[in-house]
């Protein structure tokens, strides 16, 4: 991909400073982006040494358990 190409000749190391993810079929809608969010989140907010503690998660997604309405994610293995 170009902007990987980009990011490593900047000298950003992948699995690191960003990673790329592909979704062959998905299209950028915001129930797609509610699918896959939580994704981004874990990267972004994780500090590599400490897992983001799945409550945590639920919460910025607005997802409770057993709570009617909440949204369901599935998990996205690539």
Known sequence: MLMDEVMRE????TGKDWITRRFDGADHSP??????????????????QTEVPEHALQTILGEVPGRPG?????????
Do not use: C, M, Q
Request: hydrophobic residues 30%.
């Open 31 to 48: 129930r797609a982006w509610r699918e896959r969010l939580h994704i981004p989140l874990k990267f972004l907010l994780s500090n590599r």
């Open 10 to 13: 900047r000298g950003y190391t």
């Open 70 to 78: 909440s949204t369901k994610r599935r998990e996205i293995v690539d």
